[in-house]
C-alpha cells in the first residue's frame, strides 16, 4: 500500500476534462515538490508535470498539476484516446528520507 | 539524446543475488543524481534508491535496505544495483533513471531489465 494515494481508476469521454489527485502527508507532498508521469501500455514511464505545475518541453499544456496543502492533482482537459495510460505522482519523504510514488490511476477515455 | 540501458536482469534463485548496469549516453553523467525504480509485473511504481552526481550519497527504500547496493562509475557513465539476498518479491522491471536537474523528479528513464527470482 502506497504512502501517496490516488483513485484506482478514473474515466471520461473524449474531450472531456479529468482530475486525479494525490493524497500525502506533512513530511512528503506538505513540504516538497510533487512530479506526475504517464506510463503507456508497455512503455517507460515519462515525465508530465515537475515542482508541482511545471511541464518539460514538449508536453502539451493540456496537462497541468496544482497543490494544495497535504494534496496535489493532475488535470488532463481536452482528453485524447491516446491518453489512455496509467498516471502516478511522485515526491520525496523528509521524515522517511525515501522517494515515493502514488499506487497509480488507471485512465480510461471511453 | 539521453539514452539510459540497463543491463544484467535474468532468472534468479531466491537468497542469490545479481548486478544491475545501467549504460548513460547523451548528458554529462557525473553532473547528475541517479535513481533506480522497480516495477512488479501488473503493479506500480515503486522507488527503490538514489545516488548523488559523486556516488558519496545514497538513500534507499526500507524494502531493499541492506540487501541492495547501488554504485557508480562517472569515468564509465554507468550506475549499478548490486541485489544481494533476493526474494520472490524482488520479481520485476527495474528502471535506471536520471534525477531532474533541481531534484524531486525524475526526467529520463530506460527501458528497463526484468529480475525474476523464481526457485
Known amino acids: 500500500q502506497s504512502v501517496l494515494t490516488q483513485p484506482p481508476s478514473v474515466s471520461a469521454a473524449p474531450g472531456q476534462k479529468v482530475t486525479i489527485s494525490c493524497s500525502g502527508s506533512?513530511?512528503?507532498?506538505?513540504?516538497?515538490?510533487v512530479s506526475w508521469y504517464q506510463q503507456l501500455p508497455g512503455t517507460a514511464p515519462k515525465l508530465l508535470i515537475y515542482?508541482?505545475?511545471l511541464r518539460p518541453s514538449g508536453i502539451p499544456d493540456r496537462f497541468s498539476g496544482s497543490k494544495s496543502g497535504t494534496s496535489a492533482a493532475l488535470v488532463i482537459t481536452g482528453l485524447q484516446t491516446g491518453d489512455e495510460a496509467d498516471y502516478y505522482c511522485g515526491t520525496w519523504d523528509s521524515s522517511l528520507s525515501v522517494g515515493m510514488f502514488g499506487g497509480g490511476t488507471k485512465l480510461t477515455v471511453l | 539524446q539521453v539514452q539510459l540501458v540497463e543491463s544484467g536482469g535474468g532468472l534468479v534463485k531466491p537468497g542469490g543475488s545479481l548486478r544491475l548496469s545501467c549504460a548513460a549516453s547523451g548528458f554529462s553523467f557525473g553532473d547528475y543524481y541517479m535513481t533506480w525504480v522497480r516495477q512488479a509485473p501488473g503493479k506500480g511504481l515503486e522507488w527503490l534508491s538514489y545516488i548523488s552526481s559523486g556516488g558519496d550519497n545514497t538513500h534507499y527504500a526500507a524494502s531493499v535496505k541492506g540487501r541492495f547496493t547501488v554504485s557508480r562509475d562517472n569515468a564509465e557513465n554507468s550506475l549499478y544495483l548490486q541485489m544481494n539476498s533476493l526474494r520472490v518479491e524482488d520479481t520485476a522491471l527495474y528502471y535506471c533513471?536520471?534525477?531532474?536537474?533541481?531534484?524531486?523528479?525524475?526526467?529520463?528513464w530506460g527501458r528497463g531489465t526484468l529480475v525474476t527470482v523464481s526457485s
Open positions: 533513471a536520471r534525477e531532474c536537474d533541481i531534484g524531486d523528479c525524475v526526467d529520463q
Open positions: 515542482e508541482n505545475n
Open positions: 506533512s513530511s512528503n507532498i506538505g513540504i516538497n515538490y
